[in-house]
Structures are given as C-alpha cells and as structure tokens.
C-alpha cells in the first residue's frame, strides 16, 4: 500500500501514514488534500483522488522532540547508501572506533560502507587502516526519519521535507 505525509495545520511533516489512513482523514473532515498521486479511489457514488500529501485541520502539539532510531536503514539513508569510504554502494555498517576498541554504536560512530572497505578496515582504528572518511557521521536532523520511515522522498514532500543533504548538513 501507498503512503503519504501527515503535515500540521502549520505545514510542518508529523509523520508518514497509510493512504488508507490519510483517506480516512480527508472524509472525517481532520485533514485536507494538499497532493495526490494521480490515482483515485472508486465507490459508488464518489471519486475520490489517492493522497500523496495531507494537512491537518487542527494544530497538534509535538510534546517532544522524537529520537530518530539508530539501525541499518536509517544509516544507509543517512549516507545516501554509499560507502563513506571509498564512495561506491554500501552493503554494510562499519564502526568508525569499533566496538572492540571502546567505541560505541552511536550515529557519531557509525557509517555506511562496502564490503571490501569494512574487510580491509577489520577491527582497526582509521589511522591504523590508513583509511579516511569522506564525510564525518552525525546525529541526522529531525525530518530525515520521516525519509526512513518510507524508503524515498516522493518529489511532491519535497516542498515540506526539505532536500535530504540540507537536513543533514544543517
């Protein structure tokens, strides 16, 4: 099944729901189309257009900022899936101090790597690899998880999302 973008009533993402769920929320009247797919929904006696992009109707307050879970998708997503080493496509996490050194598995120490980097790295220290990262790991911004919760960026978000690199580097 399709998803689609929850955005408050102030246009800021709150989350990636089914479209079954956003539809729902177009008829209870809570929400209005902003986007749609160009698909629709058929009954008998109403055409209703598939949500790509929902605004709520009322403000909700977010009471906490959310932490965004430290897994494997969500590193690839992070590192656009490519070896922070080398560039090529990632298969693999790496930690930067590997745990058997001390380090511990937090977004400051883990990235995206291939399978020959995180061969060649072992359980070594990126000084004694003579490797070097491409790009330091960071803690990613509040809107990234909304890009892992999907998968992808529908180019319709974009708007509301904010290109994946400026919410990184930001």
């Known amino acids: ?19 079954r769920r956003a539809l729902l929320l177009v008829l209870d009247d809570k929400a209005e189309l902003i986007h749609d797919t160009g698909l629709s929904f058929h009954s008998e006696r109403m055409v209703i257009p598939e949500p790509s992009v929902v605004r709520l109707s009322y403000y909700v307050k977010v009471p906490y900022q959310a932490r965004i879970a430290l897994n494997r998708r969500a590193v690839f997503a992070r590192d656009g899936h490519r070896c922070q080493y080398c560039g090529s496509a990632a298969e693999n996490i790496d930690h930067v101090i590997p745990r058997s ?12 790597a291939c399978r020959p980097c995180n061969t060649r790295k072992r359980d070594r220290l990126l000084e004694e690899s003579g490797m070097r990262l491409h ?23 974009e708007p509301y999302l904010g290109a994946l690199e400026s919410t990184l580097s930001a």
């Open 135 to 157: 790009r330091k790991p960071i803690i990613p911004r509040k809107r990234t998880w909304i890009l892992v919760a999907n998968g992808t960026m529908r180019a319709d978000w």
């Open 101 to 112: 050194r001390g380090g511990a598995h937090t977004w400051d120490n883990v990235v995206a």
């Open 1 to 19: 099944m399709s998803r689609a973008l929850v955005l408050n009533a102030t246009y800021e993402p709150l989350c990636v729901v089914s479209t």
